[in-house]
């Protein structure tokens, strides 16, 4: 087992603070910690099985017909996950809306597709998409964690910030998505400099 595989899309090549992929979920559905952890588990899901599936029939698939294959392939696992969504957990499926379809043309999911499940082995795929999506994961959550923070006192619905809290609105408006990756984005670089 490749430990490295696992564990570089979790920080070292983290799927939203270091390649900036996802954007449209990330920014669109980081409301809440909440429904980021529900995004994320939900991309993750589809990642580990499309990337499972295209190592497994990666010789199969003519060169020049690949991206389609990929799309069919995860358009498949974003399927049965949004069914089980809407039967399972029809609040997050709710809050969620358009953006589980979405999935489908993700660009981390056929990235991954495109440049790992399709050029090496069934494991190391699985431990890819396991390793980035976790990444992809940690990040909705901290992000829908700060906004939802800042936006409403909670955290995961847990009020945090009592009293005399006065919440600032922005932060769960679509600008709040923004300057909070902003700032997110520059603590992780600062960390990553000082590390270096």
Same mark, same amino acid.
Not at 55 to 71: D, T
Not at 105 to 122: D, G, Q, T
Not at 137 to 145: C, D, E, M, R
């Given at each position: 087992?490749?430990?490295?595989?696992?564990?570089?899309?979790?920080?070292?090549?983290?799927?939203?603070?270091?390649?900036?992929?996802? +954007?449209?979920?990330?920014?669109?559905?980081?409301?809440?910690?909440?429904?980021?952890?529900?995004?994320?588990?939900?991309?993750?899901? $589809?990642?580990?099985?499309?990337?499972?599936?295209?190592?497994?029939?990666? =010789?199969?698939?003519?060169?020049?017909?690949?991206?389609?294959?990929?799309?069919?392939?995860?358009?498949?696992?974003?399927?049965? $996950?949004? +069914?089980? +969504?809407?039967? &399972?957990?029809?609040?997050? &499926?709710?809050?969620?809306?358009?953006?589980?379809?979405?999935? $489908?043309?993700?660009?981390?999911?056929?990235?991954?597709?495109?440049?790992?499940?399709?050029?090496?082995?069934?494991?190391?795929?699985?431990?890819?998409?396991?390793?980035?999506?976790?990444?992809?994961?940690?990040?909705?959550?901290?992000?829908?964690?700060?906004?939802?923070?800042?936006?409403?006192?909670?955290?995961?619905?847990?009020?945090?910030?009592?009293?005399?809290? =006065?919440?600032?609105?922005?932060?769960?408006?679509?600008?709040?998505?923004?300057?909070?990756?902003?700032?997110?984005?520059?603590? &992780?670089?600062?960390?990553?400099?000082?590390?270096?």
């Amino acid at each position: 087992m490749n430990i490295k595989t696992l564990t570089n899309g979790i920080v070292k090549d983290n799927p939203i603070f270091v390649q900036l992929l996802g +954007m449209c979920p990330t920014l669109a559905v980081t409301t809440s910690a909440e429904n980021g952890l529900g995004m994320g588990l939900a991309t993750m899901a $589809v990642l580990v099985l499309a990337n499972v599936v295209i190592a497994l029939i990666r =010789k199969l698939i003519p060169s020049k017909i690949r991206i389609p294959i990929f799309i069919v392939v995860i358009a498949t696992f974003v399927t049965i $996950v949004g +069914m089980l +969504m809407e039967a &399972y957990v029809p609040p997050l &499926y709710d809050a969620l809306g358009l953006f589980i379809p979405l999935i $489908v043309v993700n660009c981390l999911i056929l990235a991954r597709a495109e440049a790992y499940a399709f050029k090496n082995s069934v494991v190391n795929s699985a431990l890819d998409g396991i390793g980035m999506g976790a990444g992809f994961t940690l990040s909705l959550v901290i992000l829908g964690a700060v906004r939802e923070l800042f936006g409403n006192g909670s955290i995961f619905g847990l009020t945090l910030l009592g009293g005399g809290f =006065k919440p600032a609105l922005i932060m769960i408006l679509p600008p709040g998505a923004f300057l909070t990756l902003g700032l997110l984005l520059a603590v &992780y670089n600062v960390v990553k400099t000082k590390k270096a």
